[in-house]
């Protein structure tokens, strides 16, 4: 593979995505990025090539999981997959399938829902023709190959395409803060709250990915994750890009795992005069830009984005109770115990408890 990158890469970028996370391991740089394949995804999101959202990409993602689930439950059992018992199944499903539901419309996803439950696994295959798929070009294609698992069992599969969505969704909702701060920049106080309002509704897809990997079988998850040392979910750089576009991070967050772990997002951080949230909102404040109605409307959308946040914080540790127990998480963390030290950082601090403003402010 290093040969075919030397000699055909070249010009070619989602081959040379692809071998770049095919090869990271053996390079010594195995870490969350290539585990996940997201150079390649992120090209799919590229408007020379696909200009997917990343909304849209995380649906195609969990499409994707319904289509292996139904496929590899009406086919013969390889020996050492380990599939999901029917129950288990039929859970993982409606879970996907209500995640989906999104962008299919409440008359189809009721519909998918209705027919899930009423039909037996063999005629499971019939619910395939209506899941949305990857474009047919040659960029959608490279989707087929985004998904590079480093064990044999069947859960992470599933496990990849989850945490592949869990990157789109977070790269939604920080474009959605982004947008709010240039929002209120411009003077559009009323889109800059659309904006975080749609960040904070995001969030319940966020918490449906957790609901699907609940599904996940623990004996399974201990088994591969042996070979998925070095790459864990602290190092996702969308959510530390997400919570550095709310406020700027205190220099003890900073120097915490969270963005040790993602060198690139740390120094964007850093770097002087970087706008956020915070900063945006302090300024309108002090310069008495907009009126005490709309102030107080974009207060408690910050408020609404906070409450959801810590609510998400919260069932992400208790899925880590579940899954890990005191086990070390794979990105060199104590998992479950820095979950918790975590419980208590606010995205607007700064501004006060839930985004309310600091007195005398």
Not at 121 to 149: C, H, I, K, N, Y
Not at 159 to 170: D, G, K, N, P, S
Request: net charge neutral; charged share 30%.
């Amino acid at each position: 593979m290093s040969e075919v990158r030397s000699r055909h890469a070249s010009g070619r970028p989602f081959l040379e995505a692809f071998l770049h996370c095919m090869l990271d391991e053996h390079e010594g740089r195995f870490r969350n990025r290539g585990y996940l394949a997201l150079p390649l995804l992120e090209l799919l999101l590229d408007e020379r090539h696909c200009a997917l959202s990343p909304d849209r990409l995380a649906t195609l993602l969990v499409s994707d999981v319904i289509r292996f689930e139904i496929e590899a439950a009406t086919s013969p059992e390889e020996p050492g997959r380990g599939r999901p018992d029917p129950a288990t199944l039929r859970k993982r499903l409606r879970h996907a399938l209500r995640f989906v539901g999104g962008h299919l419309g409440a008359t189809d996803t009721g519909d998918l829902l209705s027919r899930s439950d009423r039909m037996p696994e063999p005629r499971m295959e019939e619910l395939l023709p209506q899941l949305p798929r990857p474009p047919a070009t040659d960029a959608g294609r490279w989707f087929d190959v985004s998904v590079q698992p480093v064990y044999v069992l069947h859960d992470e599969y599933f496990f990849i395409r989850a945490l592949q969505t869990h990157e789109m969704v977070f790269t939604t909702i920080s474009t959605d803060v982004q947008a709010a701060v240039r929002s209120l920049r411009d003077g559009y106080l009323e889109a800059a709250v659309q904006r975080v309002d749609h960040a904070t509704a995001m969030f319940e897809r966020a918490s449906a990915l957790f609901r699907m990997v609940a599904t996940m079988r623990v004996e399974q998850f201990f088994a591969f994750r042996e070979f998925t040392r070095g790459a864990g979910a602290i190092q996702s750089e969308q959510y530390q890009r997400f919570e550095t576009a709310c406020g700027p991070p205190a220099d003890a967050r900073l120097r915490s795992a969270a963005f040790t772990h993602v060198p690139a997002v740390r120094a964007e951080a850093e770097e002087a005069g970087r706008d956020s949230l915070t900063r945006a909102c302090h300024d309108i404040r002090r310069e008495g830009r907009f009126s005490q109605a709309e102030r107080t409307l974009l207060d408690a959308a910050l408020g609404r984005l906070e409450s959801r946040h810590r609510l998400w914080k919260s069932t992400h540790r208790r899925l880590a109770v579940r899954m890990l127990g005191d086990a070390h998480g794979s990105g060199c963390t104590s998992s479950v115990a820095y979950l918790t030290e975590c419980r208590d950082n606010r995205l607007f601090g700064q501004l006060g408890p839930d985004g309310k403003r600091l007195p005398g402010s």
